[in-house]
């Protein structure tokens, strides 16, 4: 999705933290740390033998730790444990990420099913976007042969949009299955979709310690509009 946006609008993929944060001078120095698009923050260790990582995350945004969807609360400069098998990673509020369960390859992981990430900024809100085509032809934007979706959650209202959806061949078999909310401001007592209730503790789980709503097992199709109203 960055990819295409980047090829229609331009811009870059990978950026600086000044890049998106020209105005706040502790990031005009900031080089051991990027974001990938606007929305992911990766801070790796690039040190020898180095078991702690000092990062810095602007005060002006809400910041989600990837793994567990909590809020970091501690914000500006900090020190955090990064062991050889882990990155921190960071999600700034405001924005939906599509994912994808993982494979052995490409062509693997395109069968598998989808889900969201979204993760809220200090207004309840967010947005986000996925674009789809076979990823092997060349010029599928150009010849119209791709989906583009919208995601958008405000107001307690989340919509899954097919913007544009002439890539007929997603819908056999991909579905979104999951999704996960971070940074509700209050515990959710009922959850709406398409005007169906979904089931709690089998469909839907809100963890009081983080904040995390998670709603799974939905098999949704991709070729429709999904509405969910969160109370």
Not at 25 to 42: A, H, M, R, T, V
Request: with cysteine.
């Amino acid at each position: 999705t960055l990819f295409h946006r980047v090829h229609v609008s331009g811009g870059t993929v990978v950026r600086s933290m000044v890049h998106i944060f020209p105005l706040d001078s502790e990031c005009w120095s900031l080089d051991e740390q990027f974001l990938w698009g606007s929305s992911l923050l990766i801070a790796p260790v690039i040190y020898e033998n180095h078991i702690n990582k000092s990062l810095y995350l602007p005060t002006t945004e809400r910041w989600f730790d990837y793994y567990t969807g909590e809020e970091q609360t501690i914000l500006d400069h900090l020190t955090v444990s990064a062991p050889l098998d882990f990155i921190p990673l960071y999600l700034r509020g405001g924005y939906i990420i599509p994912h994808q369960q993982s494979a052995m390859n490409t062509v693997a992981s395109r069968k598998k099913p989808l889900f969201l990430i979204i993760a809220l900024d200090k207004n309840q809100h967010a947005s986000g976007d996925l674009f789809w085509d076979d990823g092997e032809s060349i010029d599928t934007y150009e010849r119209s042969i791709y989906n583009y979706f919208i995601f958008n959650y405000q107001s307690q209202r989340l919509t899954i949009e097919p913007w544009t959806y002439k890539y007929q061949q997603m819908g056999n078999g991909i579905k979104f299955e999951d999704i996960k909310i971070f940074g509700l401001n209050k515990q959710p007592t009922k959850i709406l979709w398409n005007g169906q209730e979904l089931i709690s503790t089998s469909q839907w789980t809100f963890d009081i310690t983080t904040n995390v709503l998670h709603m799974t097992k939905l098999s949704l199709n991709v070729a429709k509009t999904h509405k969910f109203i969160i109370s």
